[in-house]
């Protein structure tokens, strides 16, 4: 056959060949050791937890080595498009520090436009180049056209789904599918002829070479060593519209843009001998590979399961709406990634995620589970050592949006929030009570009389008569001006006033000789002053709230015992 004569019938409007396109497509000029690498998302929705593990991973490889990091939006598949989906992801990402030195970027107007020398960035853009690689494949007899229409392909894949779930007899199948692979390299120029007069649609093929039972060695730079079965399967290059399909633009772009490391969810390992045969057609030198492992969760049974899009935590934007702060969620994920990386915070606390040697070596091989309460304690470290002027700036930003109340509380007396976010920030050991903004309210709420509630009993089992005697005596002692060691005397005095131990070694040696001790007493005038059991330091509360809300909350307490 003459594959010239049946490249340029099915191609007439393509007259560049690959070395035209190669030269707009120089090899880049980086420091020895640099890679390149991408993240290409499709546009089909919002950032998946799932998708940010890869774009770190390329984006700390590529910046740690003096590499490229680059923006490739894969939109092939018009069908599954989300008008809008690219430009959030791009904010999404950027909201994560994942900030891109090239490729597909926001312009002052919010549209997606093209920054850097290997575009376009956008594959719906790269249609003829596309075409040119596979008028190349056609030309060498290393693809062919398929005359199949649309509908009879949606058939092929819903056919192939569904063997694939439940394969009864996959010798036969697999037999027939050879049959079938078999018929459709058989035919004949004049009959591709007809088919093009008669205006009929094509898709084209690869046509396979390997032998399944034969197993070619490949190193993946996360899973190891592996041996994969040669691919048969004359997959689709090209889509009956002219669009590519994932595998093909795959090859085209990876190689023009010059990614040195591909970087992606380990769900496209089963694709990858279509990969390599697909680079070796073309003459490419294939990249490396590091296939990331899924993220799994715990179910209410405690099995593992799949992270799914419907799960709490799957969203990116779940995190800021439940008032994470994104280097909360970006250590978080380095602790997933990278098992030593909680021994170099633990050594390197001041420093930040981004001055973390990042080692490939160090990956998870099988799935890393996604856990709210490690992300808990990570998030409220970081938060434990932010100045008092940081938290307040950010939990007001994030208030703004989600809770107009507080919000409005603390922009009215920013003094006063900062006061109050103060307490037990900036010593060695920092209070660790908040992971989220959204905690920020209940933490401190209670210095707010819109906010103030009772929220904790008084300590079980003493006498009513005592608490009130006990809040009573303290009003009367009651001294604003007093330095802490004297105010605490005269909480020592009441609690020896009524029977109370306000030594705690002498209430240790014999309890029964007291009805209490001094943090009972105390605990009392806590729960009357902020309504709860839990609060920071009782006399700094005091001396932030001031006199007049420290009596008069008291006051209220006694009235309603
Ligand atoms: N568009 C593909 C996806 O979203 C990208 C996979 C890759 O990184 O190569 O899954």
Not at 189 to 199: A, Q, R, T
Request: glycine content about 6%; proline content about 4%; overall charge negative.
């Amino acid at each position: 056959m003459d594959f010239n004569y049946l490249a340029d019938i099915l191609f007439p409007n393509i007259t560049e060949v690959p070395e035209d396109i190669e030269k707009k497509y120089p090899p880049r000029t980086l420091p020895e050791g640099a890679k390149v690498t991408r993240f290409a998302p499709s546009p089909t929705g919002f950032v998946h937890f799932g998708g940010l593990f890869p774009s770190m991973v390329a984006e700390r490889l590529a910046h740690q080595s003096g590499g490229v990091f680059y923006l490739r939006i894969e939109d092939t598949d018009a069908k599954r498009e989300v008008e809008g989906a690219a430009q959030g992801l791009i904010r999404t990402l950027s909201t994560y520090g994942i900030n891109f030195d090239e490729g597909a970027v926001l312009d002052e107007n919010g549209n997606i436009s093209d920054r850097g020398a290997y575009g376009p960035y956008k594959q719906s853009m790269r249609g003829p180049i596309y075409q040119v690689y596979a008028k190349q494949l056609v030309r060498e007899g290393k693809a062919y056209p398929c005359f199949t229409t649309e509908e009879e392909l949606d058939e092929l894949q819903q056919i192939n789904k569904k063997e694939a779930v439940k394969n009864t007899n996959w010798q036969e199948e697999a037999e027939k599918r050879k049959e079938e692979m078999l018929a459709r390299r058989n035919f004949t120029i004049e009959e591709v002829k007809e088919h093009l007069e008669s205006g009929h649609p094509f898709v084209v093929r690869i046509l396979a070479n390997g032998d399944p039972e034969k197993k070619f060695r490949f190193t993946d730079l996360v899973k190891g060593n592996m041996e994969i079965p040669e691919n048969d399967e004359d997959f689709v290059l090209l889509k009956s519209d002219g669009i590519p399909t994932y595998h093909f633009a795959h090859a085209v772009d990876d190689h023009l843009m010059g990614t040195t490391h591909v970087i992606r969810g380990e769900e496209w390992l089963p694709s990858l001998a279509k990969h390599v045969q697909l680079f070796s057609y073309l003459g490419f030198k294939l990249p490396k590979y590091m296939h990331i492992a899924q993220i799994m969760r715990l179910d209410e049974n405690g099995n593992k399961k799949k992270l799914s899009k419907r799960d709490m935590g799957a969203n990116m934007d779940d995190y800021t709406k439940m008032g994470y702060s994104p280097e909360a969620v970006c250590e978080y994920v380095m602790t997933l990634l990278n098992s030593n990386y909680e021994e170099w915070h633990a050594q390197n606390p001041d420093k930040l995620y981004t001055d973390f040697p990042f080692n490939i070596k160090k990956m998870s091989v099988s799935g890393c589970l996604f856990d709210f309460n490690k992300l808990n304690d990570v998030s409220k470290n970081i938060v434990s050592r932010m100045s008092a002027d940081e938290v307040y700036e950010k939990v007001t930003c994030w208030a703004r949006k989600f809770d107009e109340d507080f919000a409005a509380e603390l922009i009215a007396d920013a003094d006063y929030a900062k006061k109050i976010l103060s307490i037990g920030r900036g010593g060695k050991k920092p209070r660790k009570d908040i992971a989220t903004w959204a905690d920020v309210k209940p933490y401190m709420g209670f210095f707010y009389d819109r906010f103030f509630a009772m929220e904790d009993e008084y300590t079980n089992g003493f006498d009513k008569e005592d608490i009130v005697k006990t809040l009573t005596a303290f009003l009367e002692t009651y001294d604003y001006s007093d330095e802490m060691n004297v105010w605490f005397d005269k909480i020592k005095k009441i609690a020896d006033d009524m029977g109370f131990a306000s030594d705690m070694k002498a209430y240790k040696a014999s309890p029964e000789s007291f009805k209490g001790n001094v943090a009972d007493i105390s605990s009392f005038i806590r729960v009357a002053v902020t309504g709860k059991q839990n609060a920071p330091d009782l006399y700094t509360v005091m001396q932030i709230l001031g006199e007049q809300r420290t009596r008069a909350r008291i006051e209220k307490a006694i009235r309603s015992l």
